[in-house]
């Protein structure tokens, strides 16, 4: 009897032991999944009015600093222009293919000493492929060769959906024309 008693409490302590340790051993983190839920490359170019193009403008200067003006860029990395676009989206580099949507929103170049800009926009899509927006938001240093800004939000088929949109600009043409390569990992999709 002494002995299966002992072994009752040799048992109590291995177990109580057992989860001691495991209350002090490193936490187990919630590993969440780094892969995104979706993916989505388009292009989007942008056509800035320059005075002369207003057939083929898809942009156009809304804001320029007291040495600037409405059809010109400014001097000193265009610091202080602000940028309305309104510019077609397509599955390829390709300016003349058939549009899947329009980028809409705005950018300011907002650095005097290093070519940059902030960026606010959505893309809007009405098609048989895709209905809703995607929201995008952030700071765009374009002498890098790529750059990260955040997916926000979305609407329609991209209800609620945040992620990382990876730009790169894939053509410049002076200051009148650009295209960007707008490479979309969505990590919320509902």
């Known amino acids: 009897m002494k002995f299966n008693h002992q072994i009752s ?7 109580f032991s057992l989860l001691i ?9 919630n590993i969440r999944s780094r ?4 993916e989505m490359v388009l292009y989007f170019h942008d056509i800035i009015y320059n005075g002369h193009n207003e ?19 400014a001097n000193k990395n265009h610091f202080g222009n602000v940028v309305v676009f309104d510019d077609p989206i397509t599955l390829d580099n390709d300016l003349h293919s058939p549009p899947v949507g329009r980028a809409q929103g705005f950018y300011i170049y907002d650095k005097q000493d290093i070519f940059t800009s902030w960026l606010g926009f959505s893309f809007v899509f009405n ?4 209905v809703g927006t995607i929201n995008f938001a952030g700071a765009d240093p374009l002498m890098n060769k790529t750059r990260d800004i955040s997916v926000i939000g979305g609407t329609g088929d991209f209800f609620m959906t945040r992620g990382v949109a990876t730009l790169m600009t894939d053509a410049f043409e002076g200051e009148v024309y650009f295209r960007l390569r707008v490479d979309i990992k969505f990590y919320e999709c509902w």
């Open 21 to 29: 340790l495991g209350c002090f051993s490193s936490p187990r983190k």
């Open 9 to 15: 409490i040799l048992f109590q302590i291995t177990i």
């Open 35 to 38: 892969r995104p839920c979706k």
């Open 127 to 130: 098609s048989s492929a895709h």
């Open 55 to 73: 057939k083929n403008a898809t942009s156009v200067i809304v804001g320029a600093p007291a040495w600037g003006n409405h059809t010109v860029l």
